[in-house]
């Protein structure tokens, strides 16, 4: 091996968080990315370097030396590649900055449990909490960078932590109808979220993509599970994503079939 591989789901955020961090650098050829097949089991080399966990992303350097959980890759590819830091040097912005980014846990978790959740009765407890997490967001920025666009002058670390999260969240507009709303306390963070979701250095997937890929997600079906009496799942390689229809809405009232998903060969 002759540069570090990073090996990943498809269209992980957690590894998208790399790609736009080697973006800024200026050093996209830097790392290898490899996608796994989620809708098999995963391959016992790769557990051996994941010490038989199947989460992902994992990197591996090339001395054969494995890292995993994505913020802590962040920080080895930030630390190895520093000609063109993107992290905050000053030590009172970088604390503010790790602030910020230990928010991002529970933003992804909220946003994922909703698009997985098919009780309606449910629904609005999971779009409240996300909203509570915004409006928090929304304080945070304020505080801190009130005029401005992202927490400080640029697009940075803290930004990029939650780009790919916020994309991924277009599941969310498409499968529960969600939108921030136009208020007062949300102003400040819908003028982050769509500046980092138009960042150049973010533009590595799609609407469509994120929306046809994660259906299985949407039903309560997540990593390459398949629904009960479907036989592939809606993250296969073939038939590709963009040769599919998009997928129906109606989550909560049926699961759609392989055929109307497009995923018949």
Same mark, same amino acid.
């Given at each position: 091996?002759?540069?570090?591989?990073?090996?990943?789901?498809?269209?992980?955020?957690?590894?998208?968080?790399?790609?736009?961090?080697?973006?800024?650098? =200026?050093?996209?050829?830097?790392?290898?990315?490899?996608?796994?097949?989620?809708?098999? $089991?995963? $391959?016992?080399?790769?557990?051996?370097?994941?010490?038989?966990?199947?989460?992902?992303?994992?990197?591996?350097?090339?001395?054969?030396?494995?890292?995993?959980?994505?913020?802590?890759?962040?920080?080895?590819?930030?630390?190895?590649?520093?000609?063109?830091?993107?992290?905050?040097?000053?030590?009172?912005?970088? =604390?503010?900055?790790?602030?910020?980014?230990?928010? !991002?846990?529970?933003?992804?978790?909220?946003?994922?449990?909703?698009?997985?959740?098919?009780?309606?009765?449910?629904?609005?407890?999971?779009?409240?909490?996300?909203?509570?997490?915004?409006?928090?967001?929304?304080?945070?920025?304020?505080?801190?960078?009130?005029? =401005?666009?992202?927490?400080?002058?640029?697009?940075?670390?803290?930004?990029?932590?939650?780009?790919?999260?916020?994309?991924?969240?277009?599941?969310?507009?498409?499968?529960?109808?969600?939108?921030?709303?136009?208020?007062?306390?949300?102003?400040?963070?819908?003028?982050?979220?769509?500046?980092?979701?138009?960042?150049?250095?973010?533009?590595?997937? !799609?609407?469509?993509?994120?929306?046809?890929?994660?259906?299985?997600?949407?039903?309560?079906?997540?990593?390459?599970?398949?629904?009960?009496?479907?036989?592939?799942?809606?993250?296969?390689?073939?038939?590709?994503? $963009?040769?599919? $229809?998009?997928?129906?809405?109606?989550?909560?009232?049926?699961?759609? !079939?392989?055929?109307?998903?497009?995923?018949?060969?």
């Amino acid at each position: 091996m002759t540069k570090p591989t990073i090996y990943h789901i498809p269209i992980c955020p957690f590894s998208q968080r790399v790609e736009i961090l080697l973006e800024l650098k =200026g050093l996209r050829d830097a790392i290898d990315f490899y996608v796994i097949d989620i809708t098999k $089991p995963r $391959p016992a080399w790769l557990l051996d370097y994941t010490g038989g966990t199947t989460a992902l992303p994992v990197l591996v350097d090339e001395s054969d030396r494995a890292l995993k959980e994505s913020l802590v890759i962040l920080r080895y590819v930030e630390e190895r590649y520093d000609a063109r830091p993107v992290a905050r040097q000053e030590p009172f912005e970088r =604390g503010l900055e790790r602030l910020l980014i230990t928010k !991002s846990d529970a933003f992804a978790n909220t946003g994922y449990g909703y698009v997985m959740n098919r009780d309606r009765a449910r629904t609005a407890k999971f779009r409240d909490k996300l909203l509570a997490i915004y409006r928090d967001i929304d304080v945070f920025l304020s505080q801190h960078n009130p005029d =401005g666009t992202f927490l400080f002058d640029s697009f940075g670390l803290a930004d990029l932590v939650f780009t790919p999260l916020m994309l991924r969240f277009w599941f969310l507009e498409y499968y529960e109808g969600f939108t921030l709303p136009e208020a007062i306390e949300f102003s400040r963070v819908l003028r982050w979220r769509d500046a980092c979701l138009a960042h150049p250095a973010a533009q590595q997937v !799609s609407f469509d993509q994120i929306v046809k890929l994660y259906y299985d997600y949407a039903v309560g079906f997540g990593n390459g599970a398949r629904p009960d009496g479907r036989a592939r799942s809606s993250f296969t390689f073939e038939p590709d994503w $963009p040769d599919r $229809p998009m997928p129906p809405t109606d989550k909560y009232d049926r699961i759609a !079939s392989d055929a109307e998903l497009g995923l018949i060969p």
